[in-house]
């Protein structure tokens, strides 16, 4: 074998061995994805209801927004699992994500169908939020509807 297939050998192996070291991840990865994309398709919705128009700049931030989540989730779990301790914090934030885009889904469909059903589940939520994380959540929200 000669240089190259020794580099890509090495690198093929050293990429199969990371893929399974976060295997683990998978489902959270997508639980996470799927939240978002569902958080972007309803907000591109409202946002035409509201005439508000849908910018690239708004795309790539989303992009970004969900590149900082996987990485703060794998980086949770890297440093659990370097350090041999498993107290899941990168499923409490996986949590934490999905709550912060269920609520803005939540005001997204408020907007898009106009039913009060939604507006009364978002009280409910940041309610029981409050007492449990004071006005973080409302900061958190309040952050990224105002992009």
């Known amino acids: ?11 093929g192996g050293s990429l199969f061995g990371l893929l399974s070291f976060v295997a683990p991840l998978k489902i959270s990865f997508i639980v996470i994805f799927v939240v978002i994309a569902a958080d972007f398709i309803t ?7 509201r005439k508000i ?3 690239s700049r708004r795309l790539r931030r989303s992009i970004r927004k969900m590149i900082g989540y996987f ?29 912060i885009e269920l609520i ?9 169908t106009e039913n009060k ?3 009364s589940l ?13 006005d973080m959540i409302d900061e958190i ?7």
Do not use: H, P, Q
Request: aromatic share 14%.
């Open 1 to 11: 074998m000669n240089k190259i297939d020794n580099i890509l050998s090495f690198a």
């Open 43 to 49: 907000g591109i919705w409202a946002s035409r209801i």
């Open 53 to 55: 128009s849908v910018s």
């Open 71 to 99: 990485e703060v989730i794998f980086l949770l779990y890297i440093i659990e699992k370097g350090f041999d301790f498993d107290i899941g914090t990168y499923r409490f934030i996986g949590g934490f994500i999905c709550f």
């Open 104 to 112: 803005s889904i939540l005001e997204n469909s408020a907007v898009i």
């Open 117 to 119: 059903i939604f507006l």
């Open 122 to 134: 978002i009280r409910l939520l940041r309610g029981k939020a409050k007492s449990a994380y004071g």
């Open 141 to 147: 929200l309040n952050e990224k509807n105002n992009d």
